[in-house]
């Protein structure tokens, strides 16, 4: 019987599956999570305008620090089948901070996820979280997603640094490729439904070879086994606009796990969220100390575990533990890297584009679950997610005229929508509490 106390589960939440079992929905794990990982590597890459030998090493770290934080979380942490992995909330943030240099980013989120670690394990978290209401977590699931397109634009048109004119072919396959991922999750059956976007990067890969618009000679070149070496060193500089921006990046992460975990809790059990709310964001926050220390992205539990789990009716935490050290793993094979940095930035962008579809619907669905809308919640949610992506649409030639402060918070729609969306929900239009 599962231990999770329902019969709907091959193996529940602390049973043990047989070894080769194990292994196979572990390696299962790993296909479905791939594509999340090589997305956010190639945006921040491209952000940062890394070298295709630095943009491997980007990759590497991201592997082994998602890789060990999802060990850590699934085995002392949540103890949830949740996997980590680079959060996109996080990587909005990285992107718009990047012109202050990778040391500005990294003393500002090394600080920021300290403090997170910090309240969840004081338990001051508890108090924050309670502004985070259905209207705020909303908007912010649905910024994440808007926000992100002005850096999804330049990759569907196929501009890159060796292709300066944008191409009408490109943006027609990558426009293709959005439909059949969706239609691929909407239509397949079981386990292979969530493999959505990893067939979908497949397809598009083999696509645009013909297209010669993947180089193959970084594959050639790799060797086999080397030991992952940080692309950049570890210099934080302070700089409190920043470490403003990453602190309010922090509190979205922290819904994000939050959300995560109550949507595992509703196809498990609950008994232990009360203990795995507050390890889990304490964890959040630590492998977001070592994230700044490597200079990448800070990781996030992601919200596809109950997806799976339902399809595979396999809640054990102990496959995501082995999914963790094959995903860490990974980054010792530099050519399985490379193999993975194939991918074209269209391919990337159309694989985003269907899971942050995915999003917006949720943020949707947060919005109106369980009420009838107000004429508030219009305003409450309509004004800050238009200026949050009115923002991000920003020229990036405006936004470098701007003063330091201006600049970090009207050159990043995210946290922009997050104060603003703060200031309508609790103060401008905040409800007259029922006496």
Known sequence: MPSSGSDQYLYGLDDHPPWGLTLLYALQWAVIIFPAYIVTAKIAAQALHLSGTEEARFLQITLVCSGLGTLVQTLWGHRYPLVEGPAT?????????????????????????????????????????????????????MLIAFSLLPHLIPCLLGLDAQHVE?????????????????????????????CNLALGLLVGTLLFTFLDRVTWNVVSTASWVSLPRPWVGFSPRWHVDAFAAFLL???????????SLQSMEAVTVSSRTPSATPRGLA??????????????????????????????????????????????????????????SLVPSAVVAA?????????????LAVVGAGKTLAARDYFVVGIPVLLGTLLAFLPSSFIVT??????????????????????????????????
């Open 249 to 259: 990046t922090y509190l979205a992460i922290a819904v994000n796990s939050i959300g």
């Open 89 to 141: 909330a996080h990587l909005l943030t990285f992107v718009s901070l990047s012109p202050l240099g990778v040391e500005a980013i990294q003393g500002a989120s090394l600080a920021a996820a300290g403090c997170l670690a910090l309240a969840a394990a004081t338990g001051a978290m508890k108090f924050v979280v309670r502004l985070f209401t259905p209207n705020v977590v909303g908007v912010i699931l």
């Open 402 to 435: 701007m003063s330091g402060t201006v600049r970090i918070f009207l050159g990043n729609g995210l946290v922009f929508g997050i104060i603003v969306v703060l200031l309508l929900e609790h103060v401008v239009f905040a409800e007259k509490s029922k006496e």
């Open 351 to 363: 694989a985003l584009c269907v899971a942050m579809a995915g999003q917006v619907g949720a943020g």
């Open 283 to 340: 964890v959040n926050g630590l492998c977001g100390m070592v994230c700044s220390f490597f200079g990448v992205v800070g990781t996030v539990s992601y919200s596809t575990g109950p997806g799976v789990v339902l399809a595979s009716r396999v809640a054990s935490c102990f496959p995501l533990a082995w999914c963790g050290i094959l995903v860490a793993v990974a980054a010792f094979v530099p050519k399985l890297v490379a193999i993975l």
């Open 166 to 194: 944008p191409s009408v072919i490109v943006l027609a396959v990558s426009l293709a490729l959005v439909v059949l991922m969706a239609i691929l999750g909407q239509h397949l059956k079981g386990i292979w439904r969530t």
